[in-house]
């Protein structure tokens, strides 16, 4: 769970719900500065929402881009179903597809924080074509670290049998390590983080949980994919065991950022620095697309040229 500094949306910002295919979607949207760059749609992560984004959406918009934040369904201000099935992998995946698909931008760069990753990963591996990169925040092709498997199946069987102001609570508390829980924190953020919980349908918190810690390794399916990658986190990363992420990294070829002195949240840590980041591994992806997307259609000119249909025959004879 990313927890936000401030609740104070950045200039530009639209709150609403984006109407799709699959339903409708809590978004907080910031448009561009200037000529606009592209478009980049954010998943939260596990007890998320879209407000973890708050502090990079500004940097990012002041880049040129359009950023989009979503809670997604079940999540926060997102309304979802209380059945399992609504909340199983490619589901949650679909719903990307077709939030990507009302931004009305074309393909956009798809980013996922810890488990909006792996929804990220599962969407990009469904339409390729509705993305113009994939970044992988403080998430991995590999499974999480063992300690995290083990909160995340105990964090599940207490959902299972208690009310979820007790599950709060133990969870607060274990936070805490033991101190007073918030100690330190703003009331509106120890109010929101509460609140936030409590309109997450518990639904989607076991069905995350159950994602996460039973995830397989999907390096090979990662670098399979036709997009442009990137995998970014602290060198103070917690959940998924940082050796094992510059492995996955090197092992696709993906674009690979470490910022310093960043924990599981370098988007509420370090959101300067990450937008930056993000923004030239975006700018890059754009210049290749249009020089792929250029070839593909000097291609197309070339078959469709007078004279064409006779130069091949002539050539293979």
Known sequence: MSKPRSLAPPPRTRAYRLVTARGSFAVLDTAPVGAPRGTALLLPGFTGSKEDFLALLGPLSEAGYRAVAVDGRGQHESPGPRGRAAY????????????????????????GHSFGGLVARAAAGLAPEAFRSLTLLSSGPGRVARSQRVRLRALRAALAVLSKERVWRATRWLDSRGEEPGAGDPPEIVSFLRRRWMRTRIAQLAGAGRLLAGDPDGTAALAALPLPLHLAYGDQESVWPVPELAEAAARTGAHHTVVAGAGHS???????????????????????????????????SRRAAPGAARRGPAASG
């Not at 509420?268 to 593909?296: C, I, K, M, Y």
Request: aromatic residues 4%; hydrophobic residues 45%.
């Open 266 to 300: 370098p988007n509420v840590s370090h959101p300067q620095e990450l937008a930056d980041r993000l923004t030239a591994f975006w700018d890059r992806a754009g210049r290749l697309d249009a020089v792929s997307t250029g070839s593909a259609t000097a291609a197309r």
């Open 88 to 111: 199983r992998r490619k589901a949650l995946a679909l719903d990307t597809v077709a939030q990507a698909a009302a931004l009305g931008d074309g393909p956009v760069h798809l980013l």
